[in-house]
């Protein structure tokens, strides 16, 4: 059963999936339309399935799922992740990209690959400040106060210390 995002609760569980490029309106569109048909039939062990999903800052998809309804389980995970990667194959995303990291640069969103983080800092490119994003928030509370951090005080902090 699909909802709004804005009608999940603070405790329904999210999954954050980070695309490895901007995605157009076109693009964004044919996420959505496909995810609310996968929604709308998502289980788990035949019980339905209360989730939801939005993209934003035109990079990531977010995927809830409201486990006071009912609880997702192993396998329904899975086939929501077997699906992303097949989205992602027909429309060349790969929502499965970990070597990036996003930040809040220039009024925009600015993938950062992994290797490149440290000299980025020490150049001052990547600053305390930085918003960058926690994709491993688990809930859709902890999305809203905890998924935009400065990057001092996200697991990048390591490499602000003098």
Same mark, same amino acid.
């Given at each position: 059963?699909?909802? /709004?995002?804005?009608?999940?609760?603070?405790?329904?569980?999210?999954?954050?999936?980070?695309?490895?490029?901007?995605?157009?309106?076109?693009?964004? &569109?044919?996420?959505?339309? *496909?995810?609310? *048909?996968?929604?709308?039939?998502?289980?788990?062990?035949?019980? #339905? $399935?209360?989730? @939801?999903? %939005?993209?934003?800052?035109?990079?990531? $998809? %977010?995927?809830?799922?409201? =486990?006071?309804?009912?609880?997702? +389980?192993?396998? @329904?995970?899975?086939? @929501?992740?077997?699906?992303? &990667? /097949?989205?992602?194959?027909?429309?060349?995303?790969?929502?499965? /990209?970990? +070597? &990036?990291?996003?930040?809040?640069? *220039?009024?925009?969103?600015?993938? =950062?690959?992994?290797?490149?983080? &440290? #000299?980025?800092? +020490? !150049?001052?490119? %990547?600053?305390? =400040?930085?918003?960058?994003? *926690?994709? !491993?928030? #688990? #809930?859709?509370?902890?999305m809203k106060s905890d998924w935009q951090v400065p990057a001092g005080? @996200?697991?990048?902090a390591k490499y602000f210390q003098n």
């Amino acid at each position: 059963m699909f909802v /709004d995002f804005e009608q999940m609760p603070a405790h329904a569980k999210v999954w954050v999936y980070q695309a490895n490029r901007t995605l157009d309106k076109k693009t964004q &569109k044919v996420i959505l339309d *496909n995810l609310k *048909n996968f929604i709308e039939d998502w289980d788990a062990h035949g019980k #339905t $399935l209360k989730g @939801s999903a %939005i993209l934003l800052y035109n990079l990531f $998809l %977010i995927l809830a799922v409201d =486990e006071e309804h009912n609880l997702a +389980s192993g396998c @329904s995970i899975d086939k @929501s992740v077997h699906y992303l &990667k /097949d989205l992602g194959t027909h429309l060349d995303i790969d929502f499965f /990209d970990r +070597s &990036k990291q996003a930040f809040v640069q *220039n009024g925009g969103i600015v993938l =950062e690959n992994f290797r490149n983080l &440290k #000299t980025h800092i +020490s !150049a001052g490119m %990547i600053e305390k =400040e930085t918003l960058t994003f *926690n994709n !491993a928030v #688990t #809930t859709v509370g902890e999305m809203k106060s905890d998924w935009q951090v400065p990057a001092g005080e @996200s697991w990048l902090a390591k490499y602000f210390q003098n």
